[in-house]
């Protein structure tokens, strides 16, 4: 991937549960990239979930949950900072931008 002069990157993968990746090998430790976890995974030979893997902890109506508007960042001010410079540096004036990622607060 591209490096970014005076970044580091730093993918971590964690689970809400400790079987999540249940059966999968995947590098880790000091100095593995985003690159080195996708070049080679291990899958387990049958699919390991089982159907409440898959389960909601709020099995009510969406239309309740989404019926309050939730104004929250997923992200520090910093990463916004961050993801703001990189896009103001990369993306060209008047591109058409499909964020599917954005909360109320664009970046």
């Known amino acids: 991937?591209?490096?970014i002069p005076g970044r580091a990157w730093t993918l971590a993968i964690q689970a809400g549960r400790a079987d999540a990746m249940r059966g999968?090998?995947?590098p880790s430790g000091p100095g593995v990239t985003v690159e080195d976890v996708l070049?080679?995974?291990t899958f387990?030979?049958?699919w390991p979930y089982r159907p409440r893997?898959?389960?909601r902890q709020d099995e009510s109506d969406d239309v309740i949950f989404y019926g309050q508007p939730r104004l929250v960042t997923?992200?520090?001010e910093k990463a916004i900072d961050a993801l703001t410079e990189y896009y103001a540096r990369e993306i060209k004036p008047g591109s058409d931008i499909l964020d599917i990622c954005s909360s109320w607060v664009s970046h």
């Open 44 to 46: 387990p030979p049958a």
């Open 39 to 41: 070049l080679n995974p």
């Open 1 to 3: 991937g591209e490096k």
């Open 74 to 76: 997923h992200m520090d």
């Open 24 to 26: 999968m090998s995947v």
């Open 53 to 55: 893997d898959f389960e």
